[in-house]
Nanobody, 122 residues
Framework: QVQLAESGGGLVQAGGSLRLSCAAS????????MGWFRQAPGKDGEFVAAISWSGGSTYYADSVKGRFTISRDNAKNTVYLQMNSLKPDDTAVYYC???????????????WGQGTLVTVSL
């Protein structure tokens, strides 16, 4: 069982930056692929980024490639999402998630956090 808790959301102006954090419980964090997803108001959820258990491989949605960076610190049981050059279209609730045993490109995750709201204003 893995419990996830996101933090770092807030209100930022377009062009600004935010860093989201996701703290995980449990001693097996380093064995999980970690991902970030988001859901904008009135829209379906969307994959954002994923990182391998070691941190050596990352994978991004085209919509955030070059602007967002996913990273992890297994010693701290934490995964991060650095978001730069934010746009109003990035406004959403951001969720971190964990999965094990599937490819990094899988959208099927086993554990989810409660989410943190990011609002990007003009």
């Amino acid at each position: 069982q893995v419990q996830l808790a996101e933090s770092g959301g807030g209100l930022v102006q377009a062009g600004g930056s935010l860093r989201l954090s996701c703290a995980a419980s449990g001693r097996t964090f380093s064995t999980y692929v970690m991902g970030w997803f988001r859901q904008a108001p009135g829209k379906d959820g969307e994959f954002v980024a994923a990182i391998s258990w070691s941190g050596g491989s990352t994978y991004y949605a085209d919509s955030v490639k070059g602007r967002f960076t996913i990273s992890r610190d297994n010693a701290k049981n934490t995964v991060y999402l650095q978001m730069n050059s934010l746009k109003p279209d990035d406004t959403a609730v951001y969720y971190c998630a964990a999965q094990r045993g599937r490819p990094m490109t899988s959208r099927e995750y086993d554990y989810w956090g409660q989410g943190t709201l990011v609002t990007v204003s003009l």
